[in-house]
């Protein structure tokens, strides 16, 4: 069982940042993905960033020059670093953690992000 703990979401105005965690616990693998998805209300979940231990990066278009995600292998914790945000990013961000080792994905609770214009 894994248990993820999102951090980091809150209100900014157009052109702010805001830095996202999750923190994950219980049965860890190094194959584990971590990352980044998005639900805008009255729309589909959708991929913002995923990264693996070893660093490689998946972003949307959306997200390319803007968002970083990174992560901290020692914590098994994720970041999403979100700069120049826009009314368009606002969304519920859920953390993700799958890999080739699992049956299913796991998910947070999500975080509520909203940018007023």
């Known amino acids: 069982q894994v248990q993820l703990v999102e951090s980091g979401g809150g209100l900014v105005q157009a052109g702010g940042s805001l830095r996202l965690s999750c923190a994950a616990s219980?049965?860890?693998?190094?194959?584990?993905?971590m990352g980044w998805y998005r639900q805008a209300p009255g729309k589909q979940r959708e991929l913002v960033a995923v990264i693996t231990s070893g660093g490689n990066t998946n972003y949307a278009d959306s997200a390319k020059g803007r968002f970083t995600v990174s992560r901290d292998n020692a914590k098994n914790t994720v970041y999403l670093q979100m700069n120049s945000l826009k009314p368009a990013d606002t969304a519920l961000y859920y953390c993700?953690?799958?890999?080739?080792?699992?049956?299913?994905?796991?998910w947070g609770q999500g975080t509520q992000v909203t940018v007023s214009s």
């Open positions: 993700n953690l799958g890999g080739s080792m699992r049956p299913y994905d796991y």
């Open positions: 219980g049965r860890l693998f190094r194959s584990d993905v």
